[in-house]
C-alpha cells in the first residue's frame, strides 16, 4: 500500500497533441501510451475535438471539474457526461468526438488493455467514515476534494487528488473524512479496481 501524491503526477502531452494528461499510475512502470497494460489519469480539455485513439483499449471517464461534455461516439448515438451523470465507459479504439457543454473541464481515465486487464469504477460521496473493499489485483483510491484520513497500520491522510494505491491484496480500509479540512461539504472519492485475465493480475 503506497500513497501517490498529487505533486508527484507525471504531466504529457495527449498522444493526439490536442492538450495535457495527467498521469496518476501506469502499469507497467514507465509503461508510455502505447504499451501499458493499464493507465490512470487526468486530462484538462480546454476546447472541443477529437479523442486521442487507443488500439485495444477499454475506458471509462469521469467529469472532475467543470460542467461536462457530450461525446460522439461513431456507431452511437452523443452522450452527455457531467460530474453527476454515472461514469461512462466506451471502447477506446473508436473514433470519438467531444463537445464542451460549458467550459473547460477536467476528466478522469481509466483504461486496460483489452484481454489482459479489466477495471471498474466507482464514485463515492461520502460525509461518515466508510469501509472499502479493495480486490486482488489493483485498486485505487482517489481523493477528488477534501482530505480523508486511511485507518491502517500507519494512517495516512489523502489530500485533493492524492491516490491511494493497494496491489496484491483483498483487504477492508476503514476512511474517515477529515472534518477539520472540509467541515461543511462532502469528499468525493473514486474506487478503481482493476483486475487480471487469464493470469494477468
Given at each position: 500500500m503506497r500513497i501517490l501524491r498529487a505533486a508527484d503526477y507525471r504531466v504529457m502531452p495527449w498522444k493526439n497533441g490536442g492538450g495535457t494528461t495527467?498521469?496518476?499510475?501506469?502499469?507497467?512502470?514507465?509503461?508510455?501510451?502505447?504499451?501499458?497494460?493499464?493507465?490512470?489519469?487526468?486530462?484538462?480539455?480546454e476546447g472541443s475535438g477529437p479523442f486521442s485513439q487507443f488500439a485495444g483499449i477499454d475506458r471509462t471517464l469521469a467529469i472532475l471539474e467543470g460542467e461536462g461534455i457530450v461525446l460522439d461516439i461513431a456507431g452511437r448515438p452523443p452522450t452527455s457526461v457531467n460530474r453527476t451523470t454515472a461514469l461512462f465507459s466506451f471502447p477506446a479504439d473508436v473514433p470519438t468526438a467531444a463537445k464542451l457543454v460549458g467550459g473547460p473541464i477536467t476528466d478522469?481515465?481509466?483504461?486496460?488493455?483489452?484481454?489482459?486487464?479489466?477495471?471498474?469504477?466507482?464514485?463515492?460521496?461520502?460525509?461518515?467514515p466508510v469501509e472499502i473493499r479493495t480486490e486482488p489485483g489493483t485498486t485505487l483510491i482517489l481523493c477528488l476534494?477534501?482530505?480523508?484520513?486511511?485507518?491502517?497500520?500507519e494512517p495516512a491522510r489523502l489530500g485533493p487528488f492524492d491516490t491511494l494505491l493497494v496491489e496484491r491484496a483483498a483487504v477492508t480500509l476503514p476512511i474517515q473524512p477529515s472534518l477539520l479540512a472540509q467541515p461543511t461539504h462532502d469528499t468525493t472519492l473514486f474506487v478503481i479496481r482493476i483486475g487480471g485475465i487469464r493470469g494477468n493480475d
Amino acid at each position: 500500500m503506497r500513497i501517490l501524491r498529487a505533486a508527484d503526477y507525471r504531466v504529457m502531452p495527449w498522444k493526439n497533441g490536442g492538450g495535457t494528461t495527467t498521469e496518476i499510475a501506469v502499469s507497467p512502470a514507465g509503461a508510455g501510451l502505447d504499451d501499458f497494460d493499464w493507465r490512470v489519469s487526468m486530462a484538462r480539455v480546454e476546447g472541443s475535438g477529437p479523442f486521442s485513439q487507443f488500439a485495444g483499449i477499454d475506458r471509462t471517464l469521469a467529469i472532475l471539474e467543470g460542467e461536462g461534455i457530450v461525446l460522439d461516439i461513431a456507431g452511437r448515438p452523443p452522450t452527455s457526461v457531467n460530474r453527476t451523470t454515472a461514469l461512462f465507459s466506451f471502447p477506446a479504439d473508436v473514433p470519438t468526438a467531444a463537445k464542451l457543454v460549458g467550459g473547460p473541464i477536467t476528466d478522469l481515465n481509466v483504461m486496460t488493455h483489452r484481454g489482459r486487464t479489466t477495471h471498474s469504477v466507482e464514485r463515492l460521496v461520502v460525509s461518515a467514515p466508510v469501509e472499502i473493499r479493495t480486490e486482488p489485483g489493483t485498486t485505487l483510491i482517489l481523493c477528488l476534494d477534501g482530505e480523508v484520513v486511511i485507518a491502517a497500520a500507519e494512517p495516512a491522510r489523502l489530500g485533493p487528488f492524492d491516490t491511494l494505491l493497494v496491489e496484491r491484496a483483498a483487504v477492508t480500509l476503514p476512511i474517515q473524512p477529515s472534518l477539520l479540512a472540509q467541515p461543511t461539504h462532502d469528499t468525493t472519492l473514486f474506487v478503481i479496481r482493476i483486475g487480471g485475465i487469464r493470469g494477468n493480475d
